[in-house]
């Protein structure tokens, strides 16, 4: 029950306007791969596809497959994208530039 902590979700959403910076830095970035910038809109792609528009009708697995593959393709997109470059623009955000 680590991951229900309030003060751990609370930490998390603070933390995302910094993490859409960096995610939409990186899908600038001309050092990212051409096949990592895809993965986030295929993520996209397949929650509006019939059978994910199907799930959406069940009340609570509706909303778990969303956040699931949203968290999927962005963790994947991040792994896909040269360390260097992360951290480069993990350090510019941090510093608010």
């Known amino acids: 029950m ?3 902590n309030p003060l751990r ?3 998390m959403l603070a933390y995302l306007p910094q993490f859409f910076r960096v995610f939409w830095r990186l899908m600038g970035d001309p050092r990212v ?3 990592a910038k ?3 809109p295929l993520g996209l792609l397949i929650l509006i596809t019939p059978p994910a ?3 959406d009708l069940v009340p609570i697995i509706g909303e778990l497959d969303w956040l699931l593959v949203g968290y999927l393709s962005l963790k994947l ?3 896909m994208c040269p360390p260097e470059v992360v951290r480069e623009h993990v350090a510019q955000v941090a510093r608010g530039v």
């Open 2 to 4: 680590q991951l229900l």
């Open 9 to 11: 979700v609370r930490g």
């Open 33 to 35: 791969s051409f096949l």
């Open 38 to 40: 895809v993965v986030p």
């Open 53 to 55: 528009l199907e799930l």
């Open 77 to 79: 997109f991040i792994w």
